[in-house]
């Protein structure tokens, strides 16, 4: 028991003197806020923006293959999606047959044509004997009556001839331009009604089109640049396809549509572009690219040293005793991971470009990467 309450009062001696001790030690000053950071100094350079329009693929020129005559289709000359040249013999619907009608009526013609030489080689001897009297009146006028019926089967065998050639001619569905044929909608042997069997559908494909959508405030844009043609060296139209790969060819604007639409405050553009290897495709969905550069060189500094605050810009600024200030700019567009700056910075001003979330102004940095500009 004596030994316990000796350990109790030697416990709390202890403790009292340590407590002693806390009290009188001097308080330490905080450590100094070293943030580390990377720097850039403004620069300037030309920009490029670009703006993308969401477009589809269409051809410039394009129509439907339909049956012309009626009768079975006898012949197909060329395979589903074939690259075919205008003139090209694509279908054949009762050649044999419309070429049997079309033989009639040619023989129909020269048989009408030998029978009004006939009557003429009589009305003609008439005549001479009437002049002299020596026939009866009646039976000139029967003759001349013969003759102009005669005249008159000629003209109807000749217009039959012309309807048999034309049905032959129809008989035989070609390419109407050179383009690229869709899948056949018929086989050999089926049977098919004039004017409204579709045999096929044939499309250009080279150049071919694509339409996309602006707005009425672009629309003075786009008229420059369909004057341009070519010839634009502050603007290029692109294209984006299906996975984010760039076409290979510039295009053009060839047509702007007559009236705005009143609903959307949009107007229809239509671009061309070459296609010898056939990679656009009539319905494909891309973007036209529209890319802008600016006649003069532009100060610009990375996107991710901005920083936004009630709907104002803000950036880091490094003073000449390694702290940093905030400072207000009024920024333009953006380019990629850079952004314009219009007002409230000065060439060669070195900024914070990475580690300013960690900031505060007034914190005293140390550059651990740093750029000599912002290019």
């Known amino acids: 028991m004596i030994s316990n309450k000796y350990l109790f009062i030697l416990l709390a001696g202890t403790g009292l003197l340590v407590s002693c001790k806390q009290k009188t030690a ?34 410039l020129n394009q129509t439907e293959l339909r049956a012309e005559v009626n009768g079975y289709v006898t012949n197909i000359f ?106 056949s909608q018929v086989r050999q042997g089926a049977l098919v009604s004039a004017g409204s069997t579709l045999m096929n559908t044939i499309s250009s494909t080279n150049p071919i089109a694509v339409d996309f959508m602006v707005n009425e405030r672009d629309l003075q844009a786009f008229v420059e640049l369909q004057k341009k043609g070519n010839s634009a060296k502050d603007s290029i139209l692109s294209l984006e396809l299906p996975g984010g790969n760039i076409y290979s060819r510039y295009g053009k604007v060839t047509t702007i549509d007559r009236a705005v639409d009143q609903t959307s405050g949009t107007i229809a553009v239509r671009a061309s572009f070459d296609n010898p290897e056939g990679l656009l495709r009539v319905g494909m969905n891309v973007n036209a690219r529209i890319t802008n550069r600016s006649a003069t060189p532009e100060m610009v500094i990375p996107y991710k040293a901005v920083m936004e605050q009630l709907g104002e810009s803000f950036v880091y600024i490094v003073t000449d005793s390694n702290t940093v200030q905030t400072q207000k700019v009024k920024l333009g567009i953006k380019v990629e991971d850079k952004i314009v700056v219009k007002e409230g910075l000065t060439l060669g001003t070195t900024i914070v470009s990475e580690g300013i979330v960690n900031l505060r102004p007034g914190d005293k940095i140390t550059v651990q990467n740093n750029a000599q500009n912002a290019r």
Do not use: M, W
Request: glycine share 4%.
């Open 26 to 59: 001097p308080a330490q000053a905080p450590a100094e806020r070293v943030i580390p950071v990377s720097t850039v100094q403004v620069g300037e350079e030309p920009v490029a923006n670009t703006v993308n329009y969401p477009g589809t693929v269409v051809a």
């Open 78 to 183: 060329v395979a589903d999606g074939a690259t075919v040249s205008r003139g090209q013999r694509l279908y054949e619907i009762d050649h044999i047959r419309y070429k049997a009608a079309k033989d009639q009526a040619k023989a129909n013609l020269e048989i009408a044509e030998a029978n009004l030489d006939k009557i003429r080689r009589d009305l003609d001897r008439y005549k001479k004997l009437d002049e002299k009297q020596a026939i009866a009146k009646q039976i000139l006028d029967y003759a001349e009556t013969d003759f102009n019926n005669a005249r008159a089967q000629v003209a109807a065998a000749r217009a039959n001839l012309v309807t048999a050639e034309t049905n032959l001619a129809r008989s035989v569905i070609t390419a109407p331009f050179n383009g690229t044929l869709g899948i």
